[in-house]
């Protein structure tokens, strides 16, 4: 008997015995292509001589030094790494083991600026429906996804959700995807008169929208819209590049795509690509000096905040990404998968929607096309295709709940940055199959 607590309990999983690549292999010596990168994690593959070479290093000198002690090596060369390449407004770097903290840290600081700055009365989070920013209570609170808020709400602060941007459901006949953007951006404006702008802190978004929605990127000129509103009111933007950062959608951080920058910034999966477990919250000048000035104290913190051996790990990450070019690959790449997906799924009467950027691509799958039904959630469409996909040796990160948290269902496909282009038909063609004994 097995004493871990799995997710699921009753599911019995194959035991992984090593990576080869952009391959998982079992116990059983059973192949698995990792074409979700676990959740968008593994941008690099599973065997990373050069990444697994600097962990070891880094082990040789030294694994851990508490960060309310001493700084390390590593952990500076990183940051500074990361702020070389982040979009202008970034300039320091909180250093910590995953997205949730990444996010959690994010939202304390936008609290603390504004104490700092003698602002206590804003408080307020503004956030979107269908989003997720992690799952620990702070994060999950501000996170709009209802299937997963559901049976914790009681203990949930209060956050407040507009609509997501999200042109394939939201855009009205006789709108142009423009003017779609800038409406469901300006709800933010609104938002903040009714709760009135001395009263808010933070807005928080996704640049491409992940788990919740199935790679959903922003329309033009909606993000810009976004920033707008956010500096005349005085509200910070702060972005979750948790799932879409690092790579993923074909530039280092995803919102320069969108020609903005936020006040905070959080990265995590794609920055240690899995080797090690890390994250990183990313500040403005002003914001760290109204502390630095201030109290000089950030009210926050974990005891592995800046792991050396993770820090060490992220840095070989990036000078793959960057100085091996290894990022590179992302647009190229992701324009053949996507082309591929488009050929096979484009006329299938249950695939409404394929979308996404760089090797950060979503099907939405549904009832009807001409209408948009979705399906129900009793379907368990993409439990169903996950399953069956795993079964032929393909892992893909399936959810429902692109409606309401629980009706609709998406695949999210986000495959390491080093795949083939053979691969692309092993992706598709098993998709494609797993689709068909999925609907059944
Ligand atoms: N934010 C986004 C956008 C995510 O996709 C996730 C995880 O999927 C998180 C935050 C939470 O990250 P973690 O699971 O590392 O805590």
Redesign the pocket.
């Known amino acids: 008997m097995s004493h871990i607590f799995p997710r699921h309990c009753h599911k019995k999983l194959p035991t992984v015995s090593y990576g080869d690549g952009v391959f998982l292999v079992d116990q059983n010596g059973k192949r698995y292509f990792d074409g979700s990168g676990g959740?968008a994690v593994s941008c690099l593959g599973h065997s990373d001589a050069k990444v697994t070479a600097a962990i070891k290093a880094q082990l040789d000198q030294v694994a851990f030094a508490h960060t309310g002690f001493m700084t390390s090596q590593p952990a500076e060369a990183l940051a500074d790494k990361l702020i070389a390449h982040a979009p202008k407004r970034l300039d320091r770097v909180y250093l910590v083991s995953?997205?949730?903290?990444a996010?959690e840290s994010a939202l304390k600081l936008a609290r603390q600026y504004f104490v700092e700055r003698s602002q206590p009365q804003r408080r307020h989070v503004i956030a979107r429906q269908q989003s997720?920013?992690?799952?620990t209570l702070g994060?999950l609170a501000t996170g709009g996804n209802q299937w997963r808020r559901e049976q914790f709400s009681p203990l949930l602060i209060e956050t407040h959700h507009i609509s997501p941007c999200y042109a394939y459901r939201g855009q009205k006949p006789g709108e142009s995807e423009f003017e779609y953007g800038q409406r469901v951006a300006n709800e933010l404006a609104d938002k903040i008169e009714e709760l009135g702008a001395e009263n808010v802190m933070a807005f928080v978004a996704?640049p491409v929208v992940?788990?919740t929605a199935g790679a959903v990127p922003p329309v033009e000129g909606y993000f810009k819209r976004v920033r707008e509103i956010c500096d005349q009111n005085g509200v910070l933007l702060i972005l979750?590049e948790?799932?879409c950062g690092m790579g993923r959608t074909g530039t280092l951080f995803a919102c320069e795509q969108d020609e903005i920058a936020p006040d905070i910034c959080a990265v995590?999966?794609g920055l240690g690509a899995g080797y090690q477990p890390i994250?990183a919250m990313l500040c403005s000048a002003e914001i760290y000096d109204a502390v630095a000035d201030g109290s000089g104290f950030f009210q926050h913190g974990h005891t592995y905040i800046g792991h050396p051996v993770a820090a060490a790990a992220s840095l070989a990450v990036l000078e793959r990404l960057i100085d091996d070019r290894v990022a590179e690959r992302v647009v190229p790449m992701g324009q053949k998968l996507h082309a591929a997906l488009e050929d096979t799924f484009g006329n299938h009467p249950h695939v409404g929607d394929i979308r996404g950027r760089g090797l950060f691509l979503g099907l939405e799958l549904v009832e009807d096309r001409d209408s948009k039904q979705p399906f129900a959630p009793e379907r368990q469409l993409a439990a169903k295709i996950k399953a069956a996909a795993f079964e032929a040796g393909l892992i893909c990160y399936p959810m429902g709940g692109t409606i309401d948290g629980r009706t609709g269902a998406h695949i999210l496909l986000a495959p390491p940055f080093i795949m083939e282009d053979a691969h692309i038909d092993l992706i598709v063609g098993t998709l494609q199959c797993a689709l068909e004994t999925a609907l059944i």
Do not use: F, I, Q
């Open positions: 959740a995953g997205g949730s903290e996010m997720y920013h992690g799952n994060v996704e992940g788990a979750d948790v799932m995590a999966k994250g």
